[in-house]
């Protein structure tokens, strides 16, 4: 591996701070380790420094649509778009033109015909919420937002506008809840995001501005593989060359190549513990003390790369999620 102008300082602790185990394969690899791998491999590494990073602080995530729906009905519950019928759409869409004209008794009333036709229709649940919103019935709505969630957990519209009503009636502390559930189901919503700061400020706090931006590029190139790297993320970005190219390591742990289309939680979080030596990685020493590393690798990396990695997660861990971000932000 041929590297330019860096003194590489290496540490051996990232094993005694990750224990693996549970006959998994193991994915944590000490900033040594991999630094080793990548010097004895038959690839041809080439590390140059990364001098303009400004572009990392400027890119866009990828923002779900509300369609996304969670089938309760199947074992285990399926993920997938909602797809509605034909005979509920049209009724649908006259509701929809009756509420842009602020008629919205008998929007109300074609929501509730589109609820005859298929109950699990969620968003006539939404949008019966909507119109009683606008209304400035808050009790009604938050009432309907809610049966929206009870047939779609997953729709962050539903959590979002629950949220809104809420903190209408006062009712901060759980609208807070709502809102964040909703930011973590479409995680790159700006305006979503917004709105998680602005209830905040609401309960008298403020938003903790911090982010992680892992500032590497891998790039291959024939048999050639470059990696371009800024002085704090060596670690990550050659645990991420390593997943990317070196031959059978990603198989070996997650069974399948990696490319930059699969998501894993193990290439995340392996990547981030082979940087924790560097300089600025103070926090998440301290997240890692806490407990929170898995959540701080899914929130802070994981669903902006990959938004839709939290229709994967049980309650619990999404409870677990809004626990990290209180704590942390």
Known sequence: ?????????LFCFTSQIFPQGNGKAKYFYTYKEVFDILNKSNVHYNVEELKDTSAFHKQTYMKLSN??????????????????????????????????????????????????IDKNFYKAYIYIGDCYFTKSNFDSSIFYYKKAIEKNNISYQAHWFLADALSKTGKLSEAYKE?????????????????VKSIKSNLGGKWNEWELTPLYKTTQNGDTVKIGISINWMGYAFADALWKYEPGFAKNIIGKDFDENTVSYEKEAGCLAANIPSEGMGLVRKIIDDGYFRQAVIYEILLKKAPYYIFTLPEEEISKLIEYINKYH
């Not at 591996?1 to 300082?9: A, C, P, S």
């Not at 869409?93 to 609820?115: G, M, P, Q, V």
């Not at 809102?179 to 709105?195: G, Q, S, W």
């Open 179 to 195: 809102i964040l559930t909703a930011h973590l189901l479409n995680r790159n919503y700006d305006k979503i995001f917004a709105a």
């Open 67 to 116: 369609n996304y729906y969670a089938d309760k009905n199947s074992t285990p519950v399926k993920i997938g778009e909602y797809n509605i019928t034909k005979e509920c759409k049209e009724i649908f869409d006259s509701a929809e033109s009756y509420f842009a004209k602020n008629n919205y008794e008998e929007a109300i009333n074609l929501y509730r015909k589109c609820l005859l």
């Open 1 to 9: 591996m041929k590297y330019f102008g860096f003194i590489f300082v």
